[in-house]
Nanobody, 115 residues
């Protein structure tokens, strides 16, 4: 079993910054990728950013240039630096881990951006 614990969410004004962290524990043997997803109220859960073991990254168009994903695969931790936040960035942010053909999810951390 794999456990993911997110932290760093909160309330921030538009234009502000937050840094999310996600630590994985449990049966970790070879992580393929880690990612952040976002679910806004009443909407689907969509990928925000992903980082592949080896370092390549990909971002949703809506966050390119504002968000940066990074990871320490040795420590099984992934981060999401969020700058220039907008009200439309509001939502629950979920950490996602891929390993051995399986996907694991954290319980999420709430980010609220006020206008």
């Amino acid at each position: 079993q794999v456990q993911l614990v997110e932290s760093g969410g909160g309330l921030v004004q538009a234009g502000g910054s937050l840094r999310l962290s996600c630590a994985a524990s449990g049966n970790i043997f070879s992580i393929n990728a880690m990612a952040w997803y976002r679910q806004a109220p009443g909407k689907s859960r969509d990928m925000v950013a992903i980082i592949i073991r080896g370092g390549s990254t990909n971002y949703a168009d809506s966050v390119k240039g504002r968000f940066t994903i990074s990871a320490d695969f040795g420590k099984n931790t992934v981060y999401l630096q969020m700058n220039s936040l907008k009200p439309e960035d509001t939502g629950v942010y979920f950490c996602n881990l891929g390993q051995g053909g399986r996907t694991y999810w954290g319980e999420g951390t709430l980010v609220t951006v006020s206008s």
